[in-house]
């Protein structure tokens, strides 16, 4: 069975790929950073026994993505699990001072990346009539914050395809659900604050976050799930933290 993770160069994505390949599934792995990729894809087939293809493409390029997932072996098209993953935050400004290079990346990439990868993977799972998408929204996408307000409307368009791609493939047999992290430690924030690590240690200070492992394991549950059950959205958070403005810190 074939399970294809994009992003899975860090973070979320890369645990959920170490994970899945613990189960015994074959990986399609995606990302821009093509040695991390290969390293990966090394590191899972010396300790698994499944197989790995590894795909280097900007997501935010259509004829990129169309162009990987046409050219897969038949065999790898056969995906029964896609975990729309691969995503980013880019600055933290008020609206009125936001750049634009900034926001044209998360839109580019969060809305647009994920609609590309859903456009090209669904028919293959229309054929299987089954397959199974994982959409990774936040809570950014159920709550907006201050100075969230770009990313919060990526994750938000998340949270709305989530729900739209569910009417519009329930037909065809295909589960659509959505895992929305709170904190997580992750390279989200070293992004998100432009290789600012200490900025981005700060976000974490004072409570424990989430692991990329436990959203790992969070995928792998929603995924394992019987036939007849589909978890629609799950929200997962810190137990310190109870919504995007409120936690509690040592
Ligand atoms: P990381 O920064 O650790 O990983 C992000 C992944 O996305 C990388 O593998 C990166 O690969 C990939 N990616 C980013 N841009 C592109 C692109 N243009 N083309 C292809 N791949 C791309 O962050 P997380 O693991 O934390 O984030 C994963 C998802 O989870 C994101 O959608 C994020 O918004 C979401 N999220 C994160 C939370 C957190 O607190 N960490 C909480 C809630 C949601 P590469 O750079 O190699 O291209
Ligand atoms: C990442 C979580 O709260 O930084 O999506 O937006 S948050």
């Known amino acids: 069975m074939i399970v294809l993770i994009t992003g899975a ?6 645990a959920t790929a170490q994970l899945f390949a613990s189960k015994g599934f074959d990986l399609i792995i995606t990302g821009r950073r093509t040695q991390r990729l290969n390293d990966l894809k090394k590191e899972i087939e010396s300790m698994h026994k499944v197989n ?31 975990v729309n993953n691969a995503g980013l935050a880019v600055g933290m400004s008020s609206i009125h001072d936001g750049l634009i290079d900034d926001w044209e990346r998360m839109v580019d990439t969060n809305v647009k990346g994920l609609l590309y990868m859903t456009r090209i993977v669904s028919p293959l799972m229309i054929q299987q009539k089954r397959g199974h998408i994982i959409n990774v929204g936040s809570i950014a996408g159920k709550e907006v914050y201050p100075n969230g307000n770009v990313y919060c409307a990526t994750k938000f368009a998340v949270d709305a395809l989530n729900r739209g791609m569910r009417m519009d493939l329930v037909q065809h047999g295909i ?10 430690e992750t390279e989200f924030s070293v992004v998100r604050f432009k290789g600012d690590e200490e900025r981005a240690k700060n ?22 799930r019987p036939a007849h059950v589909n978890i629609n959205e799950l929200v997962i958070m810190p137990t310190r933290q109870a919504s995007s403005t409120v936690s509690v810190r040592e």
């Open 175 to 184: 589960k659509v659900s959505s895992i929305n992290p709170g904190m997580a």
């Open 52 to 82: 790995v293809i590894a795909l280097d493409f900007d997501i935010r390029n259509f004829s990129q993505v169309e162009r990987a997932i046409n050219e897969l072996p038949d065999s790898f098209k056969k995906i029964e699990l896609l």
């Open 203 to 224: 976000v974490y200070k004072g409570l424990q976050p989430l692991t990329a492992e436990d959203i790992a394991e969070t995928i792998y549950w929603m995924y394992s």
């Open 9 to 14: 160069t860090a973070g979320f994505g890369k």
